[in-house]
Antibody
């Protein structure tokens, strides 16, 4: 059974740096094909994909925050860490850690599909002075 | 970026109704489309992956269809626990993007 849990501060000031930790179990980030990511949701709004880190060390970032985001993984601790710099009140929201599963699903797939089959409970972050 | 547009944004229905939520991509995404359900105060939960594949443990009244730019999530007979928000998400190309959501209300 895959579980993920986010941890980090609930209140941060503008211009500060946010560091969130995702601690997971039921899989290893060193296993081929595994990916762990972060998705956030401002209050009452839609989901926004932020970043992914893969078993081979590859990383992908959403372009809107790319210059402010860093994702790292620690296979020995079963953790993935998200760092977001220069916080602004618009960064307020719930941040979710997710497990990415992938595979060839349809006969027409040119490359594997990806889906988020396990989510952490989320951690609510408020950016305010 | 691929823009995902869901319709309607909100929907009122009754127990036992059959409802359909649609999702349109700004370009073809073949079948690289997933659906999630989110209840208030909870994390989203995967319902459908690859446009039409039911995630393990999800009731069979949920089904997905479509390819290219137009997709649909259908709930066969609404149950009380189905009243929630639903999001589509494409994994055809980075950045992965979500629809704005559809809130299903009684």
């Amino acid at each position: 059974q895959i579980t993920l849990k986010e941890s980090g501060p609930t209140l941060v000031k503008p211009t500060q740096t946010l560091t969130l930790t995702c601690t997971f179990s039921g899989f290893s980030l060193s296993t081929s094909g595994v990916g762990v990511g972060w998705i956030r949701q401002p209050p009452g709004k839609a989901l926004e994909w932020l970043a992914l880190i893969f078993w081979d060390g590859d990383k992908r970032y959403g372009p809107s925050l790319k210059n402010r985001l860093t994702i790292t993984g620690d296979t020995s601790k079963n953790q993935a860490v998200l760092t977001l710099t220069n916080l602004d009140p618009v960064d307020t929201g719930t941040y979710y850690c997710v497990h990415r599963r992938w595979g060839y699903v349809d006969s027409g797939d040119h490359y594997p599909q990806s889906w988020f089959d396990a989510w952490g409970q989320g951690t609510r972050v408020t950016v305010s002075s | 970026d691929i823009h995902m547009t869901q319709s309607p944004s909100s929907l009122s229905a009754s127990l036992g109704d059959r409802v359909t939520i649609t999702c349109r991509a700004s370009q073809s995404i073949r079948k690289y489309l997933n659906w999630y359900q989110q209840k208030p105060g909870k994390a989203p939960n995967l319902l459908i992956y690859g446009a039409s594949n039911l995630q393990s443990g999800v009731p069979s009244r949920f089904s997905g269809s479509g390819s290219g730019t137009d997709f649909a999530l259908t709930i066969g007979s609404l149950q009380p626990e189905d009243f929630a928000s639903y999001f589509c998400q494409q994994s055809y190309s980075y950045p992965y993007t979500f629809g704005q959501g559809t809130k299903l209300e009684i």
